[in-house]
């Protein structure tokens, strides 16, 4: 999946106490990301915390949980696809 603002591909990263995450910048990519994991795939997200910058929300870190395997959630990641239409 493209991440609206940037045009850049998600990348999953790990934070090292909470495990794999990604981080989304538009709140309707989040929202259909997040939708895409939990009915498509059937993951449920362990926490997702939105980033603020003066008081004002910019993006979301969907968190996976450190028993989570980063490499299978990119590949499912990498399968999602906006229909921009």
Known sequence: MKNS???K????EIDKDYGP??????FEDYDY???EL???FGIEPLSVQPIKEDGKVIAHRIYF???SNPKTIQKLVNQI???NS
């Open 5 to 7: 603002v940037t045009g």
């Open 9 to 12: 591909n998600i990348i999953v």
């Open 21 to 26: 995450y990604v981080q989304i910048d538009d």
């Open 33 to 35: 990301l997040e939708d």
């Open 38 to 40: 939990t009915e498509r």
């Open 65 to 67: 949980g450190k028993l």
């Open 81 to 83: 696809e906006v229909n």
